[in-house]
C-alpha cells in the first residue's frame, strides 16, 4: 500500500507540537510494517537549516508552476529522507509562503495552508506516484479532501485514492473570513452548512471531517469526547454526522530516543531492574534547580505549555497548600500565559527550598526532570493524546492526571497491584488535591512504589501498535 501523508510540521526537520513527532515517527513504523510512505511538508525556512544541519541531501524534483488558485505565486517541489530513513519526503517550495522562521509565522496562514494543500494534491500528479490513501493532518490540511471531492472529482488520475483525516487537536480549526473561498477556487456549493460554512465564515478543520472518507483522533476517549459539547468546540454536529467512520487511535513515543537505558541527555541511566540511577538523577536535579538534596523527598515535576487547556487552575488552586503541608517538591518547566507563569515564580519565591519553576522551552532540562521527579501532573482540561504521561512513564515517573482523552487511555488508577498512576475525573481543584495525597501517600511505602513504577515503565506506548490500527484505518479507507 502507497500512502501519502501531509503534514505542516515533521520531527526533526520542523517541530512546534505534537504533530510533528507523531509526523516524524508513525511514517517509520509503517515503513516496518511493509506500508510504502511519502510525506508531504512546506519547505519552512527552518527546514531548509536544518536540513544542512543533518547533512541530507536535497534536489529539485519538480520546477515552478501554477496552482490556479487565487495568487500568482508559483511552487517548486524538492525532494529529501526523514533523517536515519529511506523515506522520502517532498518538500513544497515558495518563498512568499514558506519564508518565515517560525513554522506559523506567514503573515496569511489561511493562504499558506491553501496554497500547501493545493501544491500537495497537483504535484503527486506532476510526479505520477499512484497512491493509495492520502492521510492529512490537522486544519492546514483540512481542505485537501474538499479539492479532491469537488474539483478533482473527475479527474480519473485521483478517482483510486481514498483519504484518511487525523484531528490532532479539536481546538484549532483554521476558521477564516468567507473571502477564502475565492482565493481557494473551491466552488460556491461546498459553502453551506452541510459543507465548510461556519457561523458565517470557512473552517479548515470542518473541511477535513466532513470530506474524508475516514477520521480518527488521537485517542479512543478523546473520539468520544469530541461528540459531545462539552469537548465538540462547536463541531459535536458534525463529529456526530460522521460517528461511523470517526475512530480513536492513541499515539505511541519514540522507544529509541526515548529510552531511560541510552538516553544520552539525563545524566545517569536506569532500567526498570536498576533504579539507582534514577536516584542519582533526582539527586542532580535538586542540585541543579537549587532544592535541598533529599532522596526521601519526593519530586512532583510538571512540563508544559502554560495555557488553560492544560488544567494550570486546578493546580494554581491547591499547591501552595500542598507544599506548605507536605514534605515535597514542585518542579516547573513551561512557558505560556503571563498569569500561570507569575503564579508558580510567586510560589517558588514563597517557597525556595520545595518550589523551583524554570519559565522557558528547554527540551534537555525537560528531559532530566522527566528522569528525576517521582511524579509527573498533568490534569488537563482536554488532552487528545498527551505526551508528557508517555514519557513519564516511560522513565518510571508516575503521572498524577485528570482521566480525560488520552491520558485516560494511557494513566490506570493504582490499586496496590495493577494501575501504572493517579487520576480524577471531575474538573476541581479538590479532586486533583485528593489524588495527589493518594500519591504521596503510597509514596511512603517502598513495596508498592517498586510495583508500580515497574508498572508505569511496561506500559506499551510503542508505535508498534498505534501503526497497526492506522494500517487498518488505511484498509477500511478503500471500501468507503
Ligand atoms: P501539547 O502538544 O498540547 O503541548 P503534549 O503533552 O502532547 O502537549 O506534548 C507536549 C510536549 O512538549 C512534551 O513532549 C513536553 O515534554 C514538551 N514541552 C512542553 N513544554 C515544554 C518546555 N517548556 N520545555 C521543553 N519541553 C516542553
Known sequence: MK??????????????????????????????????????????????????????????????????IGTDQKASIYKTNLPGTDIPIYLVSNDYYFSSKDVYGSPDGGQQAIFFTKAVIDSIKKLNIHFDVIHSNDWQTGLLPVYLKTIYREDSYFSDISTVYTIHNLGYQGVFDRSYMDFAKLPDYVYNMDGIEFYGKINFMKGGILFSDIVNTVSPTYAEE?????????????????????????????????????????????????????????????????????????????????????????????????????????????????????????????????????????????????????????PSKYEPCGLGQMYSLRYGTIPIVRYTGGLADTVTEFDGKSGNGFGFKNYDSSYLLKAILKALYYYKRDDFMSVLIKNAMNTDLSWERSASEYVKLYELSKTR
Open 226 to 378: 469530541i461528540k459531545t459539547p462539552e469537548y465538540g468546540e462547536k463541531l459535536e454536529g458534525v463529529l456526530q454526522l460522521r460517528k461511523d467512520v470517526l475512530y480513536g487511535v492513541l499515539n505511541g513515543i519514540d522507544y529509541v530516543e526515548n529510552d531511560p537505558e541510552t538516553d544520552k541527555r539525563i545524566p545517569y541511566n536506569y532500567n526498570p531492574k536498576s533504579l539507582e540511577g534514577k536516584r542519582k538523577n533526582k539527586d542532580a536535579l535538586q542540585k541543579e534547580v537549587g532544592l535541598e538534596v533529599k532522596r526521601g523527598t519526593p519530586i512532583i515535576g510538571l512540563i508544559s505549555r502554560l495555557f488553560d487547556q492544560k488544567g494550570l487552575d486546578l493546580v494554581d488552586d491547591i499547591m501552595k497548600y500542598v507544599v506548605a503541608s507536605c514534605d515535597v517538591n514542585f518542579v516547573l518547566l513551561g512557558t505560556g500565559e503571563p498569569k500561570y507563569e507569575n503564579a508558580f515564580l510567586e510560589l517558588a519565591k514563597e517557597f525556595p527550598k520545595k518550589v523551583a519553576v524554570k519559565i522557558g522551552f528547554d527540551v534537555n532540562l525537560a528531559q532530566r526532570i522527566y528522569a528525576a521527579s517521582d511524579f509527573f501532573l498533568m
Open 3 to 68: 500512502i501519502a501523508f501531509v503534514s505542516f510540521e515533521v520531527y526533526p526537520l520542523a517541530k512546534v507540537g505534537g504533530l510533528a513527532d507523531v509526523a516524524g515517527s508513525l511514517p517509520k513504523a509503517l515503513k516496518k510494517k511493509n506500508i510504502d510512505v511519502s510525506i508531504f511538508m512546506p519547505y519552512h525556512k527552518i527546514v531548509e537549516e536544518n536540513i544542512k544541519k543533518f547533512g541530507l541531501e536535497v534536489k529539485k524534483v519538480i520546477d515552478d508552476f501554477d496552482l490556479g
